[in-house]
């Protein structure tokens, strides 16, 4: 929850125009929050979520985060498999 208003808060910053946000933050983190979210869907399905490389980038980590978790899970919904249609 904590994470979600933090995010927001972030996103009302980006949305008025203030230009504090991006920053210096591993990969491997981006992907570790990604599937803590899509926890449930990942078991559901038997994926496994890899990442072999990670390094130092400069970003908005809220724009980055939603563009793995959108990716990690449309691949999960239409790989037609588990519980998912």
Not at 26 to 38: A, F, G, Q
Request: proline share 1%; no cysteine; hydrophobic share 45%.
């Amino acid at each position: 929850m904590h994470a979600l208003v933090t995010d927001l808060l972030v996103y009302s910053k980006i949305a008025s125009g203030e230009r504090n946000f991006y920053k210096q933050v591993e990969l491997s983190d981006i992907i570790n929050v990604v599937t803590e979210n899509l926890e449930f869907q990942i078991r559901d399905v038997g994926a496994k979520i890899t990442l072999e490389n990670s390094f130092l980038i400069i970003v908005n980590t809220i724009h980055l985060q939603q563009l793995f978790q959108n990716l990690i899970g449309n691949s999960i919904k239409f790989t037609g498999a588990g519980k998912h249609p």
